[in-house]
């Protein structure tokens, strides 16, 4: 009797192992209610209805640890994901991958959509899988980022001296640095108190990021020059992925970029809203004609003669131009 009880416990064992799911647990540091937590609620219902054995479980507001916290993790082959941009892929080990974040790169999202969808794209995603990071889906619009001062700025020449805040990173404290500006590199917690007690003149942003940190409140003037069409990249363990079946992998990739779109179509609606809710709160938005622009994009050349600074490989400004065609 004893011996049968084994037997069916066994078994029992085995069709539970059979049909657990696979359980994906993705981790991010901005909460539910911004339009990419509403595109990763999409996601998690395209994966689910795939009925493939992979689940998404879904963990806002830095729950699972911070990006370092979750890379770390990926590169043991854990179950774990985050989002990451060029900037980040730069510092972390493929350095023509940060050229996505210069200044005035696009003229368009159609461009960033275009690159992502390029050989030289999936090329420089290759270097990171080898490294361990599989780049799942790239086609997620994060936002257009905008600068929002203290002192009114109509031209680039009007960033000449003001001391604009910008993340802790060499390509984009260079990119502010070519305009005229001087950057200042400071955590973003830090930065209402940083223009509220005149530390610093500006900072830049995503309109959602700009309004959900109140910045407008101690810094009056907009201006939307989009030096950067921010899009941004889900990233996964390369070991984790693997072990799936070739079934999930598909679903995983398609599905990731089913609501990539989805998660587009939510910011271009947001900027609309925050963009209204500032200029009712007493914001000055200043929305530079093609000219003004020009003169944007003529000073941000400057950024791409700093291949050797970045340790890009020759000649990569020309062959991503390329690409985006």
Same mark, same amino acid.
């Given at each position: ?24 647990q ?5 909460s539910?209610?911004?339009p ?12 689910a209805?795939?009925n ?62 275009k ?18 990071i ?12 905008h ?7 109509k031209?680039?020449d ?31 917690g830090d930065?209402?108190t ?6 610093i ?15 407008h @409140?101690?810094? #009056?003037? *907009?201006?939307?020059? %989009? /030096?950067v069409?921010?899009?941004t &990249?889900?990233i996964?363990? !390369? ?7 070739? @079934?999930?992998? #598909?679903? *995983?990739?398609?599905? %990731? /970029?089913?609501?990539?779109?989805? &998660?587009?179509?939510?910011? !271009? ?9 500032m200029? #009712?709160e ?6 530079p ?16 003669k ?20």
């Open positions: 009797m004893k011996k049968v009880f084994a037997v069916i416990l066994v078994l029992m064992l085995c069709v539970s192992s059979a049909s657990a799911d696979t359980v994906l993705l981790g991010f540091e901005n539910m209610s911004e990419i937590g509403q595109a990763l609620l999409k996601w998690q219902e395209l994966l209805a795939r493939t054995g992979l689940t998404m479980q879904i963990f806002p507001d830095s729950q699972l640890g911070n990006k370092t916290d979750l890379i770390d993790q990926m590169l043991l082959g854990e179950p774990v994901m985050t989002l990451a941009d060029g900037a980040f892929f730069a510092d972390y080990g493929v350095p023509d991958m940060g050229i996505v974040f210069g200044p005035f790169l696009f003229a368009n999202w159609d461009e960033c959509w690159l992502v969808a390029s050989d030289w794209w999936k090329g420089e995603c290759e270097k990171l899988n080898a490294m361990g599989k780049v799942v889906a790239s086609n997620w619009a994060y936002g257009e980022r600068t929002l001062t203290t002192k009114p700025v031209t680039v009007d960033l000449k001296g003001l001391q604009i805040r910008v993340p802790t990173n060499q390509i984009q404290t260079k990119g502010f640095e070519v305009l005229g500006a001087t950057p200042v590199g400071m955590s973003l930065v209402y940083a223009l509220q007690q005149g530390t003149d500006g900072g830049e942003n995503p309109l959602s990021t700009l309004y959900g940190r109140k910045h @409140e101690v810094a #009056k003037y *907009l201006i939307l020059d %989009g /030096h069409l921010n899009y &990249n889900w996964c363990s !390369s070991m984790w992925f693997d072990s799936l079946t070739e @079934e999930q992998q #598909k679903a *995983l990739v398609e599905t %990731g /970029h089913e609501a990539g779109v989805y &998660n587009n179509e939510l910011q !271009s609606k947001a900027n609309d809203y925050y963009l209204d809710l200029k #009712k007493g914001v000055t938005v200043v929305e004609d093609e000219s003004v622009l020009e003169g944007f994009r003529t000073k941000a050349q400057d950024f791409y700093e291949g050797a600074l970045f340790k890009w490989s020759d000649g990569l400004y020309e062959r991503v131009k390329e690409a985006m065609k």
